[in-house]
């Protein structure tokens, strides 16, 4: 595998910014429409076995000898939220949705398509529309600059659903969809409790699908059970310990490229997955931080077993400003790749 370029390892980013701030407009009958979202730009390089990628996400791409630099703003975003007390709408977008290198030609200019991340509203108990999946532990995620950090092993999935949530319980029916298009008539249900305290929070959650094999080509069919247990407890002064696992019939759940078709035995049971994520941040000022953090998914009776670490600097430069740099290592069972990235970030 070749090395990192040394000019990459004294490399170095300046921005322009402005104050952090967020834009409030008031709105008749006590409402209030605020907009809000940062800018991110990453200058990233990859090399070794595995095809480019702007970040990880489970997937499998021999590419030999690969040795690739980018500079992206992708992961910017900006949000609209409307609040009426115990009323309250989000809607959000991100620039994912052409998913370079695959998508347009950055040849004459970077222009990237919009992807809606979350569309919903909330009153009182209740949650209606497109937002992260009740069975997605986010205390758990890492603050990482790679876009999600070991997506190899997370449950990673926004969709529609309707959500009750009371306390430390949270109930939901979510969009049954599957990678094969094949039509689902009940949708797929999760339950979660979370431990909440000030030494932090443990959650578990379960999810249970209906799965219909209507075009007889050998899917899912029948119930399908899978769980997690995940966390973040505070450790000393500001740092945290973050975990999460995953068990049992992920599918599309969990680690987005490794078994998003919901491949299945001759029994029709989704095939286990088990997956782990672990993660330490400590704070070496109140604005110099760094997280280290590890991912690894196998899947039975198939070669899957991937993993990613990864260890990063980050400085705020001021409020919602924010510099740093990451190295880390992303393998399957075809190569691996070295991957060292820097990012400049600002929210507003």
């Known amino acids: 595998m070749n090395n990192i370029p040394a000019i990459f390892l004294l490399g170095s980013m300046a921005c322009a910014t402005s104050a952090h701030s967020t834009l409030v407009v008031d ?6 429409l605020s907009f809000g979202g940062y800018f991110k730009l990453d200058l990233r390089h990859v090399n070794g076995d595995l095809a480019y990628r702007d970040f990880w996400i489970s997937n499998n791409a021999p590419a030999e000898d690969t040795e690739e630099t980018r500079l992206n703003i992708r992961e910017s975003r900006f949000n609209i939220h409307y609040d009426q007390g115990d009323l309250q709408g989000t809607l959000e977008w991100d620039f994912y949705d052409d998913q370079q290198p695959v998508g347009a030609t950055e040849s004459v200019t970077g222009g990237h398509s919009l992807r809606l991340r979350h569309a919903f509203f909330k009153y009182e108990d209740w949650l209606l529309g497109q937002t992260w999946s009740t069975f997605m532990p986010l205390a758990s995620i890492p603050e990482a600059l790679d876009f999600g950090g070991p ?3 997370q449950t990673f999935v926004r969709q529609s659903q309707i959500r009750y949530s009371r306390d430390s319980l949270e109930l939901a029916l979510e969009n049954p969809s599957t ?4 039509s689902q008539t009940i949708p797929d249900a999760v339950a979660r409790y979370t431990f909440k305290g000030t030494w932090g929070q443990i959650g578990v959650a379960a ?29 000393f002064g500001k740092d945290d310990f973050r975990f999460s696992y995953n068990g049992g019939a992920q599918g ?23 997956a782990y994520t672990a993660a330490y941040r400590h704070f070496w000022t109140d604005s110099l931080r760094s997280s280290l953090y590890y991912g690894h998914i196998e899947i039975d009776d198939t070669s899957v077993d991937r993993s990613h670490w990864a260890v990063n600097l980050l400085q705020d430069i001021r409020p919602g400003f924010t ?22 970030k600002y929210s507003f």
């Open 27 to 32: 709105l008749p009958n006590d409402a209030k």
């Open 151 to 153: 997506h190899v092993a």
């Open 179 to 182: 990678f094969s298009g094949e």
């Open 207 to 235: 999810l249970l699908r209906s799965m219909e094999d209507s075009n007889n080509d050998g899917g899912a069919d029948g119930l399908q059970l899978g769980y997690n247990l995940h966390g973040k407890i505070s450790t």
């Open 252 to 274: 599309r759940y969990t680690g987005p490229g490794a078994n998003i078709a919901d491949t299945a035995d001759a029994h029709g049971d989704i095939l286990d997955t088990e």
């Open 323 to 344: 510099v740093g740099g990451e190295f880390g290592n992303y393998e399957t069972e075809s190569g691996d790749d070295d991957y060292l990235q820097f990012s400049a």
